[in-house]
């Protein structure tokens, strides 16, 4: 098992949770200053964003503030579901090149 030195080792910029059975805590995440944490569960994605020392409820993601990413991840989830994950990831590439979605 490898520990963190946080003086030499930063946190990340972004956590992500999916549904599993076993999930990080909160309180974990801002122990080790993570600045974002994106929760996926039950086909929602909420974004927890830290101040000071707690977690509070984002609309918006610092790390992706110009995308409406708790709009499109449950979309893209939902199609890898209903059409697996390569078919899902083609039709994503395909609308990025064609310039359907704008970032």
């Known amino acids: 098992l490898m520990r963190m030195d ?3 080792d930063p946190p990340p910029d972004l956590a992500i949770e999916a549904d ?3 999930k ?4 974990a995440y801002a122990t ?6 994106w929760i ?4 929602r994605l909420t974004i927890h964003l830290l101040q ?3 977690y509070q409820p984002g609309t918006t993601s610092q790390v992706f503030p110009n995308l409406p990413i708790t ?3 449950p979309e893209w989830v939902q199609a890898a579901l209903d059409h697996g ?4 990831l083609r039709t994503l590439r395909k609308q990025l090149q064609a310039g359907e979605i704008d970032l």
Do not use: A, H, Q, R
């Open 20 to 22: 599993v059975t076993s």
């Open 6 to 8: 946080m003086d030499t």
């Open 40 to 43: 996926y569960d039950n086909g």
């Open 85 to 88: 994950t390569s078919t899902m």
């Open 32 to 37: 080790l200053k993570v600045p974002e944490v």
């Open 24 to 27: 990080t805590t909160l309180d």
């Open 52 to 54: 000071d020392s707690d």
């Open 71 to 73: 709009t499109w991840v």
